[in-house]
């Protein structure tokens, strides 16, 4: 864009060099022609810059978009099936497993399938 500024500019200077003012009516039309350009060519940068903006803005948005269909896809992919948690047994070395909403109610005592003592998932290893 910023040729175009420079091209115009070059356009004024010319006018200026060949001592075109507004004392004449060609003089007149070609000043006001030099006006427009200008404004144009302004009118154009400020169009790229919120384009530009624009660009970018909608860049971050589609990566954040894509952020959020990765969460909404991994929930959907633990959703369908049961989560199991690992444990090794600290009474008789048995890794066994629970699902995981075992662990979610702190009260009740986790029992091992294979011995039937209760496993303290805390400090299993
Ligand atoms: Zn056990």
Redesign the pocket.
Known sequence: MEYLKERVSYIRGLTDGLGIDDTTNEGKVLLSIVDLLDDMVDAMIELDTSQSELDEYIENLDEDLANVENEVFDYDDQDGEQNYIEVE??????T?YFEEETFDDDDEDII??????P?YTDDNE
């Open positions: 047994c600290p009474n008789c070395k048995e066994v091992c399938p294979n011995c039937n003592k496993i």
